[in-house]
């Protein structure tokens, strides 16, 4: 018989449950919804279990985003066409201030940028330096829109995507392959 125990503590924001049970190893899931369940050894100690998922803590963080991105894809899915336009606006204002900042970190230039529905990519730059962007980037996780922005602002100075080019975009965003293997994993490569 399993014995739940809610754990009053919080790792990096994200609450947890624990459940004993007669197992012998610790485990830690992130179910669909986020919520994250750590299952435990009946007798095991707190600080054990806090140990462990220390350890795990960026696993952890990683997997609870791509949950919620994806509970919130689901949601977009079902906006109305008010909500629909409410986000692209949104979308427009959020993309044009990370456009803006990354240009000045990354020392480049842009031309125009253009909100749109793409169905195949998330974002494009062009050589003249025009910058199109997919609005549903407003509804991922928020590492997910940089990693975007980053990546085309990089075309600025590499028009390609050779090893020059992610060495661009890993001097912004050391961690962008988690974000490159996310949009993998949510239906588009990029």
């Not at 050779?162 to 588009?188: C, I, N, T």
Request: proline share 2%.
């Amino acid at each position: 018989m399993e014995q739940k125990d809610s754990a009053e503590r919080i790792l990096k924001q994200i609450p947890y449950e624990i459940v004993y049970s007669a197992r012998k190893t610790l485990a830690v899931q992130v179910k669909a919804d986020g919520s994250v369940v750590v299952r435990a050894p009946k007798r095991m100690a707190k600080y054990k279990i806090e140990a462990f998922l220390k350890e795990k803590q960026d696993w952890i963080h990683t997997h609870w985003e791509k949950a919620l991105a994806a509970a919130e894809q689901k949601a977009a899915n079902r906006l109305t066409e008010a909500e629909r336009k409410a986000a692209v606006k949104r979308a427009a204002q959020m993309l044009a201030e990370k456009t803006a900042h990354f240009a000045k970190k990354m020392g480049v230039t842009y031309g125009r940028i253009t909100i749109r529905e793409q169905k195949t990519r998330w974002g494009s730059c062009s050589s003249a330096g025009n910058l199109n962007y997919n609005w549903k980037l407003v509804l991922m996780p928020e590492r997910v829109m940089d990693y975007v922005v980053i990546h085309e602002l990089a075309h600025r100075k590499e028009m390609n995507h050779s090893a020059r080019f992610y060495a661009v975009v890993a001097q912004q965003m050391p961690d962008y392959k988690v974000w490159q293997s996310w949009l993998k994993e949510h239906g588009r490569e990029y």
